[in-house]
């Protein structure tokens, strides 16, 4: 049998930290191969932040040789400065795996964290321990930061969202869907 391997980089952008995990998946089964975050907070610069996200997702791309990008879409809050930064950040990363003609799929933040935990307002922690099972990570695995576990999050919930085959069917109306599964009708 042949083996189908995948390897999905999964970003949470940000400009204090920037939350990075990487996920093998072989024979559609998931595994952690890497997390981490990039400690942004020590520098004053903006422009110096931008440039050390570009490095170091290129060195992950470098390293992992990933197929494909998923990255946390900013939300909207109500500081503009705030999100204007943090659109530099994810545009940044963008622009790394661009520079790698890797695919990117961005996912909003509620979207993330309704596929891991079946609650778009899941707390950080629980998208943690979510994951943590999931993939089966031990304890001394895991870091402190969840910026890092919101990345791997990223990856995880675009894992889910390319292998679910109900993904696939579109539907026009709640007719359409009917007609389409006449089995889940009671």
Known sequence: MIEKER????IDPGTQVMG????RVVNNKPELMAMGILQLNKYDDHYLKLRRIFERIIGLIDEFLPDELAIEAPF????VQSMLKLGRAQGVAMAAALSRDIPIFEYAPLKIKMSI????RAAKEQVAYMLQNFLKIPDENMLPQMDATDGLAAAVCHFFQTNNPSQEKKFTSWKDFINKNPGKIK
């Open 76 to 79: 909207f809050g109500k500081n």
């Open 117 to 120: 935990t079946g609650n778009g």
């Open 20 to 23: 990075y995990g990487i996920l």
């Open 7 to 10: 390897i999905i980089l999964g």
